[in-house]
């Protein structure tokens, strides 16, 4: 019983906590970001291919 009280009132497992919630949000911030950049990427690849297949042509 006692070692559930420790466990209880240590505050290193909720600090642990904390920077896992923090770093899952970050996470989820960046593939938003990525998924929403996704397209303007693709666009600059296929013009690119484009200019590149038209100048060799």
């Not at 466990?7 to 896992?20: F, I, K, P, Q, V």
């Not at 919630?21 to 911030?29: M, R």
């Amino acid at each position: 019983m006692r070692t559930l009280t420790e466990l209880w009132n240590d505050d290193a497992a909720s600090t642990g906590m904390e920077y896992a919630l923090i770093a899952s949000l970050v996470s989820v911030g960046i593939i938003a970001g990525l998924v929403a950049f996704a397209g303007s990427a693709v666009n600059v690849w296929t013009y690119a291919s484009t200019a590149i297949t038209a100048a060799l042509n």
